[in-house]
C-alpha cells in the first residue's frame, strides 16, 4: 500500500509542478534543476533588514535554490518591477517582503496568471483575493504593539498622570507600522494617564528617527516623559538627539522600541533604552522550507508567525552574547 501511495504522491508533485509556472524542466519535484526564486527585499534602512536579508541569502544558498535577489531601496515601484522581471524569467516562485500593505492586487494578478506561486515574508498586503498568494511568514505586529504597551504601563507602576509619549512610526502604509500603532493604542486606550501627544513617521531609519526627534525635542521641550519607536534604528537615532538636546535617554525620556537588534542591546547596557520587544528577522530557513513546500504543490498554512520576547535593561547585559542579530 505505502509503495502506491508513493508513487501515487510522487505523480501529483509531479503534476503539480508542472503547473507551478516556471520552465517545468527546471522544476525540482519533476526530477529537474534547482528552484528558480525570484526574492524581492524591502531594501536596507535597519539593523533587522540587514539580517533578514543575511537570513535569506543563505537559506537559499543551498544548491536546491537559484536564487535571483532584488533590493527595492524601499521604493514599491522598485519591488512592482522586480516582480515584473521574475515573472518575465519565469522563475518557479516569487518571495517577498512588501514595503506598504497596498497597491500588490494587479501584479500579483500577473504572476497567478503565469502559474508562479508568490510567497509574503515579514510583512503582509491588503489584497481583494488572498489566493493571489500562496503563505505568509512573519510576526505578529499588532501583539508587538501590545507587548511594547504592556512594558510601559508594567514600568508606570505607581506613577500618577499624565504619562506624555512621543511616537515614531514606521515607513507610512506599511504592515508593521499600522500594526504596532494599533496594538500599542489597543492597550493604553484604556489607561488615561497615558497621552500621545506627537506622532511621526521616521521611516525604520536612524537618520530620520534622530530628525523627528529633535522636531518633537524644539517642539515639546521637556515635556516629554516617553519615546515609542516602531523599530531599535529609530530608537537609537532619537537617542542621539535626546542626549544632544542635554537629557537622558532612559531616565529623563524613557524608551521601548520595538526589533531586538544588537544595537538596541547596547543601548541597554548602558542605560540609554528601558525595552525592546523582540521581532525575528532569522527567518531564511523556515522560508526556504515553505518555498519547497510550495513548489512541489503541497498544503501549507496561510499564515506561519514566529515566536518571540520581550528584553529589558536588566536582562541586557546576560542576553547580549546569544544574541544572533
Ligand atoms: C518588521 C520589519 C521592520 C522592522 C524594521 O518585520 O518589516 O522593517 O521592524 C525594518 O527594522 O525596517
Not at 508513493?6 to 534547482?34: E, F, P, R, Y
Not at 524591502?42 to 535577489?69: H, M
Not at 511594547?148 to 504592515?175: C, F, H, M, N
Not at 537629557?247 to 525592546?276: C, W, Y
Amino acid at each position: 500500500m505505502r509503495q502506491v501511495l508513493g508513487v501515487a504522491t510522487l505523480l501529483c508533485a509531479v503534476v503539480l509542478a508542472g503547473c507551478s509556472g516556471g520552465d517545468d524542466a527546471q522544476g525540482a519535484a519533476a526530477g529537474g534543476g534547482a528552484i528558480t526564486v525570484g526574492f524581492s527585499q524591502v531594501g536596507a534602512e535597519s539593523e533587522w533588514r540587514t539580517a533578514n536579508t543575511r537570513s535569506v541569502k543563505e537559506a537559499l544558498a543551498a544548491p536546491e535554490f537559484n536564487l535571483k535577489f532584488s533590493d527595492a531601496q524601499q521604493k514599491q515601484e522598485n519591488q512592482i518591477k522586480a516582480l515584473r522581471s521574475f515573472i518575465a524569467q519565469r522563475v518557479d516562485v516569487i518571495a517577498f517582503s512588501p514595503v506598504v500593505e497596498t497597491g500588490w492586487d494587479t501584479v500579483l494578478r500577473e504572476a497567478k496568471a503565469a502559474n508562479i506561486p508568490v510567497v509574503l515574508t515579514d510583512r503582509a498586503v491588503n489584497v481583494s483575493d488572498d489566493s493571489l498568494y500562496a503563505t505568509f511568514i512573519g510576526s505578529d505586529f499588532v501583539e508587538e504593539g501590545r507587548r511594547a504597551a504592556q512594558w510601559l504601563v508594567g514600568d508606570s507602576e505607581g506613577k500618577a498622570g499624565p504619562v506624555r509619549i512621543v511616537e515614531l512610526q514606521g515607513t507610512v502604509g506599511s504592515a508593521p507600522a499600522n500594526d504596532r500603532m494599533k496594538g500599542f493604542k489597543e492597550v493604553i486606550d484604556g489607561d488615561d494617564r497615558f497621552r500621545i501627544v506627537r506622532s511621526q513617521s521616521g521611516d525604520f531609519t536612524r537618520a530620520r528617527g534622530k530628525e523627528v526627534m529633535e522636531a518633537f525635542l524644539k517642539a515639546e521641550g521637556r515635556n516629554i516623559d516617553v519615546l515609542f519607536a516602531h523599530n531599535d534604528d529609530m530608537a537609537i537615532g532619537a537617542i542621539q538627539a535626546i542626549e544632544e538636546a542635554g537629557l537622558k535617554p532612559g531616565s529623563d525620556i524613557r524608551i521601548v522600541s520595538i526589533d531586538g537588534v544588537r544595537g538596541a542591546f547596547e543601548a541597554m547596557k548602558a542605560g540609554k533604552l528601558n525595552a525592546t520587544v523582540e521581532c525575528n528577522p532569522l527567518l531564511g530557513p523556515q522560508l526556504a522550507d515553505l518555498i519547497r513546500d510550495v513548489h512541489a504543490g503541497n498544503e501549507v498554512p496561510k499564515r506561519v508567525t514566529v515566536d518571540e520576547g520581550v528584553f529589558t535593561q536588566e536582562q541586557a547585559e546576560a542576553e547580549l552574547p546569544n544574541r544572533g542579530y
